[in-house]
């Protein structure tokens, strides 16, 4: 059992920002509590300095390139990341390329945060919180056409930044496409000291198509390509020679609905990411090691929007199926290159069901009750895997399926210049494929090698948040607070 407590007190004047806040054209959204200050670099900051302006998110920097967002201080396992509803799942055990780092500020149009069990209707497994990047899409009956061109240069690093895009839009048709440069040497630290292995370089290429055959008939398309190599990691002892990703979506959207439901959209996504790290370039390397790993995912959402009375409610059916692979070959001076599978091909398949239900009591009182459930099945589709971890686990099944589920529940109280909230939750998740199959993966924390447990029961956790704020011309006042106690916490 494990209980974890976070206070956040006295956010003042005119260093917070609004719950909604304008960064050039991308929006920071958050449902509980304020952001920190604005990012001002625009189109050319990154994603990770985006998310590190989010209250409740801190960012963890293993080198210059694809922080891993951690929320109420948690980090991937506990919290869902989707773009644009698509579940996409890293492929380094070492979790060296989030998903967020698939996506440049130049496709970015809003980030939304939903803190704790409180989750997208696409987030699953989301104790800590659910991260979801919306695309930026020109729309229909926007401006006929439209260019941009952007450039940033920080002299710690020789950090280069180029992109170009492009958009086009009638009442019919509307694209917007563009590409994305990146280039970083290494950065100096305090006393000019020079940061070896920090170096990076990347490119992102994205396009997104609608076309609206009859009013209110919208399909959408989305095509990302996003390409890194030579990606320095100074706080690990390897460093990554290529982070691939190919994320395509297609979705059809009816508006304007008559009756119960006003909105219906369903969207099929497909995406595959690979990953290679490399130490030939590190010194003193005593066995090289070959580690490259791999991730494709399947994916559909069928999400309605509906109003009945003074609810506003959200059903969401959803279902993904994923595979993970990972190897490792290590090359000895003398002797034959000896092979190992770090992540035995495994295959997830979730489906879920998740509704939310936004009540307005009255014009100062409202209530929000969001739930999903989802059934998980499991498989190692490797046989050479899983005879390895059959030694450590005899007779152990090459699957197993579970259900996860969550359900939360909060209040809102707003007027006259104060807001007060009050919520609680309660949720499991599912072991990931690390924690179930893993097979001799280091912790960089403890220099400890370790291997998965198939038999890891569901981790369940309860939460309580609140908090209270103010508000009146210049002066902003907000103390929050949020707790987690856990079972069978791993």
């Not at 509980?32 to 990012?39: D, E, F, T």
């Not at 945060?113 to 409180?118: A, C, E, I, P």
């Not at 059809?252 to 369903?266: D, K, M, P, V």
């Not at 009375?309 to 994923?322: A, E, R, T, V």
Request: proline share 3%; hydrophobic share 35%.
């Amino acid at each position: 059992m494990l209980v974890l407590v976070s206070l956040i007190s006295l956010l003042c004047l005119q260093d917070t920002v609004f719950k909604e806040t304008a960064i050039d054209e991308v929006v920071v959204s958050s449902t509980m509590g304020s952001g920190k200050k604005a990012v001002s670099k625009g189109r050319v900051a990154s994603i990770d300095e985006h998310l590190g302006k989010l209250s409740k998110v801190e960012m963890v920097r293993r080198g210059n390139y694809a922080w891993e967002p951690v929320v109420n201080n948690m980090a991937t396992e506990r919290v869902s990341t989707t773009i644009d509803g698509m579940k996409i799942f890293y492929a380094c055990t070492d979790k060296m390329d989030p998903v967020t780092s698939y996506v440049e500020s130049s496709n970015l149009q809003r980030i939304s945060l939903n803190s704790g069990l409180d989750g997208n209707p696409q987030a699953t497994g989301n104790i800590g919180g659910s991260i979801d990047l919306k695309l930026r899409r020109v729309g229909f009956d926007a401006k006929s056409s439209e260019y941009n061109a952007s450039a940033g240069y920080e002299s710690n690093g020789h950090v280069q930044v180029y992109g170009a895009d492009a958009a086009f839009s009638s009442h019919r048709f509307y694209t917007n496409f563009g590409v994305f440069y990146r280039h970083a040497d290494n950065y100096k630290a305090g006393g000019n000291e020079t940061v070896n292995f920090s170096q990076f370089q990347k490119t992102n290429a994205f396009a997104n198509i609608g076309w609206q055959p009859a009013d209110n008939h919208i399909v959408e398309a989305t095509a990302i390509y996003d390409i890194a190599t030579d990606i320095g990691y100074p706080a690990l002892a390897m460093d990554v020679k290529r982070a691939e990703g190919i994320i395509t979506s297609l979705s059809y959207r009816r508006e304007h609905i008559q009756g119960l439901f006003h909105r219906w959209e369903t969207k099929a996504y497909y995406n595959h990411i690979t990953h290679d790290m490399d130490d030939t370039k590190r010194p003193d390397v005593i066995i090289h090691m070959d580690m490259p790993g791999s991730s494709s995912t399947t994916g559909l959402y069928s999400l309605l929007h509906g109003t009945k009375g003074s609810h506003y409610f959200q059903m969401n059916l959803d279902g993904y199926y994923n595979t993970l692979f990972a190897d490792m070959t290590m090359y000895p001076d003398k002797g034959k290159p000896m092979y190992m599978l770090t992540w035995p091909d495994v295959g997830t398949f979730n489906t879920g069901l998740a509704f939310t239900d936004d009540m307005a009591i009255t014009s100062h009182h409202h209530l929000r009750l969001s739930a999903k459930g989802a059934w998980q099945h499991r498989q190692i589709n490797n046989d050479e895997g899983y005879q390895a971890l059959s030694i450590y686990f005899p007779g152990m099944d090459k699957g197993n399926s579970r259900f996860i589920s969550r359900l939360a529940v909060s209040y809102a109280y707003e007027h006259s210049g104060w807001a007060i909230a009050v919520g609680t939750g309660y949720g499991t998740r599912a072991p990931t494929v690390t924690e179930s199959f893993g097979y001799f993966l280091n912790n960089t924390f403890d220099q400890y090698d370790y291997i998965g447990n198939p038999y890891l029961k569901n981790e369940k956790a309860i939460e309580a948040n609140a908090s209270i704020g103010y508000e009146k011309g210049l002066v902003r006042v907000k103390a929050e607070t949020n707790a987690f106690f856990f079972q069978d916490y791993y």
